[in-house]
């Protein structure tokens, strides 16, 4: 898949949202930001684990995987640093943090335009 066409495709626009993926969760008040894991390209490096608490590798699958989905602004920097060290996906990783209030990858933000930047 080319970098133009990284997002899937979904919706009237053609552009897959962040808001298109998983439940509604938590009032956004409570937690403004989404973890977007693309577990199925995790190879198992560990480098969230080693950074962010709300990250662990599970030992029967040899995977990364979050603790929850939703965070808080108390935890937020440590998601965000997750995903700056993910090296899946040519080292454009394959955590993505999103900002509920607006829809915006605020990490890792490949694009540096706040598109998702899942490759499903």
Known sequence: ????????????????????????????????YKIVFEANKCFGAGKCAEVADNWEMDVVSGMAKPRTYYVGEDDLAENVRAAEVCPAKKERGVIHVVDRRTDEEIAPDPHGDGTLSVDW
């Open 1 to 32: 898949m080319s970098d133009e066409n990284e997002g899937s495709v979904n919706g009237d626009d053609g552009v897959l949202s962040a808001s298109d993926i998983g439940g509604e969760g938590p009032p956004i008040e409570e937690k403004p």
